[in-house]
Structures are given as structure tokens and as C-alpha cells.
């Protein structure tokens, strides 16, 4: 069992940056598959960023260039921080945590969600 938290959310103003910190408890977070995803009212949830155990990391294209996703495993933490922020990155961000063959019925985890708003 993994349990995440995800705390960091708020509104900040377009060009603005905020980290998104997810702390997660058990022995596997630390191979599992970590990863951030977003989603807004009516739309389907997305993949924003997702690193690996190994420390190798994927982004949508989206946000390449301006979100950095890194992990700590001996905190059990991985942080999102995200940099020029625009309006349209607003959405409930959560944190996930998949088995690292990414195969969701083998192990798939989500926090409860933070909301970003990014507006002036």
C-alpha cells in the first residue's frame, strides 16, 4: 500500500512558479513509477510529468521546458516545481504512484488532489 499527500497548491499570478511537494509512506514508493497529473471540470485527467525510480522522467509537451519533476527516495518525496506558470495550467493536480511495469491493475495509487489556479 502506498498513501500520498500532496500539498503546495494555491493561485499565483500567470508567469509565476510554485512547487507541488507529494509525500508518500511505504517501502515501495521508492520503485514505484511517481507521477503528477492534472485534470479540469469536464476533462479527462493528464499526464504532467512522471520520474522513475532510476531518476529518468517523462513530461507532456505541454509543460517541457517550464516543469521540472524530481524525487527524493530517501524522503519519500517527489516535487513538481513549476515555472511560467500560464492560465490554462489551472486544474486539480494530483499525485499517482504505479507499479513500475506502469500496468495500473498491478499497483496504481492517487492523492486526494491540490487545486492550482494561476490567474492575475
Known amino acids: 500500500q502506498v498513501q500520498l499527500v500532496e500539498t503546495g497548491g494555491g493561485l499565483v499570478q500567470p508567469g509565476g512558479s510554485l512547487r507541488l511537494p507529494c509525500a508518500g509512506s511505504?517501502?515501495?514508493?521508492?520503485?514505484?513509477?511517481i507521477g503528477w497529473s492534472r485534470q479540469v471540470p469536464g476533462n479527462q485527467r493528464k499526464l504532467v510529468a512522471n520520474?522513475?525510480?532510476?531518476?529518468?522522467?517523462n513530461y507532456a509537451d505541454s509543460v517541457k521546458g517550464r516543469f521540472t519533476i524530481s524525487r527524493d527516495n530517501a524522503k519519500n518525496t517527489v516535487n513538481l516545481q513549476m515555472n511560467s506558470l500560464k492560465p490554462e495550467d489551472t486544474a486539480v493536480y494530483y499525485c499517482?504512484?504505479?507499479?513500475?511495469?506502469?500496468?495500473?491493475?498491478?499497483?496504481?495509487?492517487w492523492g486526494q488532489g491540490t487545486q492550482v489556479t494561476v490567474s492575475s
Open positions: 520520474i522513475r525510480s532510476s531518476g529518468s522522467t
Open positions: 511505504g517501502s515501495i514508493f521508492r520503485i514505484y513509477v
Open positions: 499517482n504512484a504505479r507499479h513500475p511495469s506502469l500496468i495500473p491493475t498491478l499497483g496504481d495509487y
